[in-house]
């Protein structure tokens, strides 16, 4: 599902979509359904990335194995 809306969110953004708005930090102001969401550890340095310019966020991470 978050690859489904993550494609969507790009496609609106390509198309110029006013959906797509997104404020001055970066984050969209109308499709803020789900959370950004990493897939680790391919999107590792992206996660990253992102947990530097905002380190004050709440980050919920799901533990291994499926717990």
């Keep these: 599902m978050v690859k489904n809306i993550k494609r969507y969110r ?5 198309e110029g979509n ?4 997104k404020d001055e930090k970066g984050d ?3 499709m803020e359904v789900v959370p ?3 897939i680790l550890p391919g999107d590792y340095t992206i996660f990253v ?7 004050d966020e709440m980050w919920i991470m799901k ?4 717990a």
């Excluded at 990335?49 to 380190?55: A, H, M, Q, S, V």
Aim: charged letters at 40%; proline letters at 12%.
């Design 10 to 14: 790009r496609e609106l953004e390509k």
């Design 18 to 21: 006013p959906l797509a708005e």
């Design 28 to 30: 969209f102001l109308y």
């Design 36 to 38: 950004m969401t990493y």
């Design 49 to 55: 990335e992102e947990f530097r310019r905002k380190p």
């Design 63 to 66: 533990p291994t194995a499926r």
